[in-house]
């Protein structure tokens, strides 16, 4: 990793992302401590006071070697985007040497790409959502805007359809609208963890195991009083499976393969965006890195 660390350019913000359980966190956090730097996340559930354990946020050991922002200061209730997101980064661009790091492709998209200014939904449209089946809402998209979400993600047809159903215009119209990036990647470094798929899958069962002996159920017990599975909050991975464990509805060893599944198909959805957003990044080896 010491070889690695020295072929960065410690003057420019340095952009890490990766599939879960790559060990971009552990990369991030050698970086910091070899060259300086803030750690900033662009994750979108480590964002959440919640999850300490299930969205694998850093812990205060980790805390403490180097300086981190945007980490668990979204109360679990609140609603939060990459709009949101991208708002709270950009002044942190200030910071010494921003070193941000995550999984999720759509916040260093919108970084490094652009953001197009689309207006907040309104509650009555995400209800209605709520009460719109999945293909009704594909169905009203155009085939520009198809072409352009994850049509296997219920998350990205939504806000889609709440975008039309409230503006009246193809989320892919407003796309076409973006105003200029916050974060060209001509003024930035950027790296992609690349990672085989047996060795990831392998990472992230033994990781949510760890996460199960550390209290990962206790932690969605705590929410159960309150659940609900449209906050953005809830899509962590684990959370549902677990919630419908203490619900009685599967045994734990379900709610464990589930969880499980969940998040490799997760990893192979981060993998693709990887590869068609990210094709000019640099890619590095996650096995290598030890």
């Given at each position: ?203 992230i069962a033994r990781r949510f ?76 080896d996650a096995p290598a890195l030890?």
């Amino acid at each position: 990793m010491l070889e690695l660390i020295k072929t960065i350019d410690p003057d420019l913000p340095l952009l890490i992302a990766g599939p879960t359980a790559s060990g971009k966190s552990g990369l991030a956090l050698a970086i910091a401590e070899h060259q300086g730097g803030t750690i900033i996340n662009a994750d979108a559930l480590q964002v959440f006071a919640c999850w300490q354990l299930l969205s694998a946020r850093p812990d205060a050991a980790d805390l403490a070697r180097a300086p981190h922002l945007l980490y668990g200061h979204v109360a679990c209730d609140a609603p939060y985007s990459t709009g949101h997101w991208l708002r709270e980064v950009t002044p942190l661009l200030t910071t010494t040497r921003p070193i941000i790091v995550g999984g999720t492709g759509l916040n260093f998209t919108a970084l490094t790409e652009g953001l197009a200014d689309i207006p907040q939904t309104p509650p009555h449209i995400r209800d209605a959502a709520n009460h719109t089946a999945l293909d009704d809402m594909l169905a009203a998209l155009d085939a520009g805007t198809r072409s352009r979400i994850d049509t296997q993600n219920p998350a990205r047809i939504r806000r889609a359809w709440e975008v039309l159903t409230h503006t009246g215009r193809q989320i892919s119209d407003w796309q076409d609208d973006t105003p200029p990036p916050i974060l060209p990647m001509a003024k930035a470094t950027g790296l992609v963890l690349d990672s085989p798929k047996e060795w990831l899958n392998d990472r992230i069962a033994r990781r949510f195991d760890q996460m199960l002996d550390q209290g990962a159920l206790e932690e969605v017990r705590a929410q159960r009083h309150n659940w609900d599975p449209q906050r953005p909050s809830a899509k962590a991975i684990g959370a549902p499976e677990l919630m419908a464990h203490l619900e009685g509805q599967l045994t734990l060893s379900e709610a464990r393969e589930r969880a499980i599944i969940a998040s490799r198909q997760y990893a192979k959805r981060q993998r693709t965006w990887f590869r068609a957003r990210m094709g000019d990044w640099r890619r590095i080896d996650a096995p290598a890195l030890g």
